[in-house]
């Protein structure tokens, strides 16, 4: 059995895979440190009490870590280098890489002699050209790992995975990858390969998101920095703005019941500028041969995946809407020009995959 942990730095999830990658048991801690358990280590041993798991069947624990930086671009086993290069992606990822290091940190705790293992959300995204994550600074700035790096890359492996296993589904040279959820990216693979995505240096940039603002002026954050300080313009452009500062919610499911006209504009948003990032996806692989959507929006807004795709009609995607309203996996109608497809989301599946192959090289 292999433990996945994904930890944040409130809560963590676990999940339990067999040999098979079948998942078998699942479980989450909340609330760490504010009414819930006082530690990451007092929540991992209460989540793996829910299932009533013991240590002792585990063959090894993978970890989700968000920011691998620009030398942690596949998964490994984690050794104490790991676990200092991890912890000097801290400036990169400050909300998310302490979260997973406290993760790893209460797994070595509990089970010293556990072997673990990283997978990261940015290692997709290493086969990006220089053009593409580079940004116009002069090197002592380019120095200080400012660079576009995307995130969202275990969802997007996970999508190529399943796509290359499903004969449902042929195999595209050009794939637009549409992650939308409350954080929300896309990504162009060409021939299996990540070639641009929309998330930058972090995951701020791009689309308009449940709370954060995507792609803004860096003129305007600095106003932001003089007017609020850097502690509040990082609390606006982080946690309350994107869907909830346009139409005072951060759920879809919401800004749809509420139908006034600030929460209508904040869908129009949303669509617009994924439309509109489509298009440079698009030209970074000079065309498109198919259109995947994953994601909880992804996977189950029909009314925003119609009206995105109606955007795109200049590539000739035609959405079958009886399809659109079933969610089913095929969108595509016959006079189509691209397939449309949902691809539910996968990433502990992946992180599983991934630490697997690595154990059966361990073992020769």
């Given at each position: ?11 963590i ?53 968000v ?24 400036p ?24 673990q ?45 399943k796509?290359?296993e ?15 959820g ?8 060409h ?5 641009a ?17 995507g792609n ?10 003089e ?22 919610a ?15 504009f ?28 994953t ?8 009314v ?28 595509q ?15 502990e ?16």
């Open positions: 059995m292999l433990l996945v942990v994904n930890a944040g730095s409130s809560s999830k676990l999940a339990v895979f067999d040999e098979t990658l079948r998942q078998v048991a699942q479980a989450r801690a909340e609330r760490i440190g504010s009414g819930g358990p006082h530690s990451h280590l007092e929540a991992l041993q209460q989540a793996l009490d829910q299932m009533d798991m013991p240590l002792s069947s585990l063959r090894g624990a993978a970890h989700r870590v920011h691998g930086g620009s030398y942690l671009t596949s998964a490994c086993h984690i050794t104490d280098a790991t676990v200092s290069a991890i912890r000097a992606c801290v990169l990822a400050p909300l998310h890489n302490p979260a997973n290091l406290m993760g790893i940190e209460a797994i070595a705790s509990l089970c010293p002699d556990l072997p293992y990283a997978s990261f959300d940015t290692a997709f995204h290493a086969t990006n050209p220089a053009v593409a994550t580079t940004y116009a600074l002069p090197k002592s700035a380019r120095d200080m790992g400012l660079r576009r790096y995307g995130f969202h890359g275990l969802s997007y492996a996970a999508l190529v995975r796509v290359q499903n004969g449902s589904y042929p195999q595209p040279n050009r794939l637009l990858a549409l992650h939308l409350n954080g929300a990216s896309l990504c162009a693979i021939e299996g390969r990540s070639v995505t929309t998330m930058g240096y972090s995951p701020l940039d791009g689309l308009t998101m449940g709370t954060r603002a803004i002026d860096g003129n305007a954050v600095l106003k932001l920095a007017e609020l300080g850097i502690d509040g313009a990082a609390r606006l452009l982080n946690q309350g703005s994107g869907l909830l500062g346009l139409g005072g951060a759920d879809m499911r919401s800004l749809h019941a509420a139908a006034t006209p600030e929460a209508t904040a869908l129009d948003h949303f669509c617009y500028w994924v439309v509109r990032h489509a298009g440079s996806m698009i030209a970074a692989m000079g065309g498109a041969d198919a259109l995947a959507f994601g909880g929006i992804g996977e189950n807004d029909m925003l995946r119609a009206k995105i795709v109606a955007g795109l009609g200049f590539l000739g995607a035609r959405i079958d809407p009886h399809a659109n309203a079933q969610n089913r996996s095929i969108l109608d016959t006079h189509s020009n691209v397939a449309i497809w949902t691809v539910p989301a996968e990433e599946r992946q992180i599983a995959t991934e630490a697997m192959q690595i154990m059966a090289g361990e073992r020769g």
